[in-house]
């Protein structure tokens, strides 16, 4: 053996083993690990004959120098390594190929940087910057995609409104009373948890529901844009289409859930951040194009252009890699009552339902918004392209309180922020009677500007509202049915939501508010903004304490959802032995390395 002084600094010495006459395996070993020492300075090569690079020679140099030319090739240093180990160790299994210490942690960050710098993927600022830390996958691009598309619906908020306001010709409160109808498949969102979980699908849990869930959607849209003429017909399929944005929400919650879990860069919330990400994005890109779409087509036309996202699930979901699996009648019903029973134990805690009530009172009061909406276009004039900029502002208004509430807010009670934000929105609210009056133009101020003014303002105090409401509901879960009991609160505060609807269509025409007809609009919208604060007489139903928002898992869509896997706990123990039992593999095959 012959020994090779490491240039300064350093003084540590590298061995490499050259026993003369070297065979041609030994002599392309060694060239292989000089071109990775003499990348990194470990040998410094000298001039040498060009004819002695592959002669067999013995010289230490001579190997160094020919490394450097075969460095300049193709070969990586991950190459270099594993085949230099692979061709010394059938040659003589008892050599070790380097012996320094130094040496060795030096080609492992060579090989690191290298494998980071040339992996396939995206580059390394998208990886950082776009995908936010997240490793890419077909999981996580299928989770991006189907949250993006989540918000790409919105295309077709308006021009569903002016369908069933123009094309149909339904009153303000038919209107109100309808949405509250097309809401209802998110009531029951609990249910296809079970479903997708205890039941695969042709074998699968994830990618057959996936699947149909954009199938749903597509056929649903398809159906508004060309066979639907009637009132039943456009309520029906409405319905359908938010039947697959529910479905296919609860199941990319899942995979979510399970990617968090068993990828490390998905978890601290990376995953679930890159995911509400594209949704604010698709959101944003939907808010502006579903007002200006609409001057210039139909609302069919927008429903056919609407209905090509769902397609977008349904190739993403196809490419989904999962494990084909069986499943009994039997153990879908034990899991089911399993569930049921511990939902059931947990639910009937007083510091449970206490505060679940009180969620359903906050979220139960009457609302407006249909018979505003038709004052705004039919007696104000507005237009379907300013209320889609309207649509832009809010939404980053929405973002704006966010950040207000992370910042400054999500170390207060909930107690102290939901009151504030009940006694602050309630007077802003009646600001709009302003506007019903014409008093805004009395003080200069336009009728366009001052309701795009006005909904920005009312949207941050409507999301300062509603992040404590999350939080609250997280908080509240017992250990052992987190993810269930958190997404049947959920589902009680969506059918809260549908309550508040149909009271608010009764208010509407009760008060005989119509298209046309506005005069009670102002009496309306006193009652509904009054009937909000009524919820507070109810606050001491809310633990004391501040909130836990860094462990709880906020969204902004409609609403969040992390539904257990069916077979609960002792999955989660098997996996995690699992990993601790590859680990210690691992470590003892390195060692013996």
Known sequence: ?????????????????????????????????????????????????????????????????????????????????????????????????????????????????????????????????????????????????????????????????????????????????????????????????????????????????????????????????????????????STTASLGVALSDVVIDSIVVERARDDESAGSGALQSLCWSCQATGGLASAYFSGSLLQVMSAQQVFALTSVFPLLVVAMGSRLTEVPRKSKYEDFTTMVSSQASMLWSAASQRSVWLPALFLFLWQATPASDSAYFYFLTNQLGMSAEFLGRVRVGTSLASLAGIYVYRRWLQDVPVKTVLAWAALASAPLGLTQLLLVYGLNRQLGIPDSLFAFGDSLILTVLGQLAFMPLLVLAADICPPGVEGTLFAGLMSVFNGAGVIGNEAGALLTQALGVTESNFENLGLLLIICNLSSLLPLLALGWVPDGKTQSDDASIDSGDDVSELEDGEGRAREATLAASASRSVDEDMARDKRE
């Open 1 to 237: 053996r012959r020994r090779v002084m490491a240039p300064a600094p350093s003084r540590r010495r590298v061995t490499l083993p050259l026993t003369p006459p070297p065979p041609p395996q030994r002599m392309r070993a060694l060239l292989l690990l000089g071109s990775v020492c003499c990348g990194e300075g470990f040998i410094t090569p000298v001039s040498t004959p060009a004819s002695s690079r592959f002669s067999g020679a013995t010289s230490t140099r001579t190997a160094g120098h020919a490394a450097t030319s075969l460095a300049a090739v193709t070969r990586s240093p991950r190459t270099c390594l594993e085949e230099t180990s692979m061709l010394l160790r059938k040659e003589q299994p008892d050599v070790k190929y380097y012996e320094a210490p130094a040496c060795a942690a030096r080609v492992s960050k060579v090989v690191a940087r290298h494998d980071e710098e040339n992996r396939p993927g995206p580059p390394r600022w998208v990886r950082e910057n776009v995908l936010q830390g997240v490793e890419p996958s077909i999981e996580a691009y299928t989770a991006m995609t189907v949250y993006f598309v989540q918000g790409g619906l919105g295309l077709a908020s308006l021009a569903r409104t002016f369908y069933f306001k123009d094309t149909l010709g339904l009153a303000p409160a038919e209107v109100a009373a309808l949405q509250g109808i097309t809401a209802l498949p998110w009531v029951i969102k609990p249910v296809y948890g079970f479903i997708s979980d205890g039941l695969p699908l042709f074998g699968y849990r994830r990618k057959s529901y996936l699947m149909l869930a954009g199938a749903i959607g597509f056929l649903s849209w398809m159906s508004l844009a060309t066979v639907v003429h009637s009132v039943p017909e456009a309520v029906f399929f």
